[in-house]
């Protein structure tokens, strides 16, 4: 099951231009980008593989590229947990992990303990 990947800088150099050849918004690239890992994961690790998934997220792009694949990925029916130690204060992040919170997705502080409880983790900190 071959899955094509850009490099950090490929993926830099295509999100630039993107926005200022495409048009698009930081919330588009970061939507979209989540729903690419979401089927990822829905791929690789299918729900009768594992439904408990912890997405760890930084406070940066990759940390909202996350939150938007914990949303979708509920929606596949896995139960994602979502540990996000330095949220950002930023208008489009509170807006994400409000949309989680809306659908009693939980976030931890217990990060040891929830690698205990997980079938699968998302590594949303870094690029």
Not at 2 to 29: E, H, P, R, V
Not at 36 to 64: D, W
């Amino acid at each position: 099951m071959a899955m094509k990947t850009l490099s950090a800088k490929n993926a830099a150099a295509l999100d630039k231009d993107l926005m200022s050849i495409g048009a698009f918004s930081i919330d588009q690239l970061m939507e979209l980008a989540g729903l690419s890992v979401s089927q990822a994961v829905f791929r690789i690790h299918p729900p009768s593989r594992g439904r408990r998934i912890l997405v760890a997220c930084g406070p940066g792009n990759n940390g909202g590229d996350g939150l938007v694949a914990a949303r979708h990925l509920w929606h596949y029916g896995y139960k994602p947990t979502i540990y996000y130690p330095k949220q950002s204060k930023n208008d489009l992040y509170q807006r994400l992990t409000t949309q989680l919170k809306n659908l009693s997705v939980p976030f931890t502080e217990d990060f040891p303990k929830a690698i205990k409880e997980t079938d699968h983790i998302i590594d949303a900190i870094f690029g």
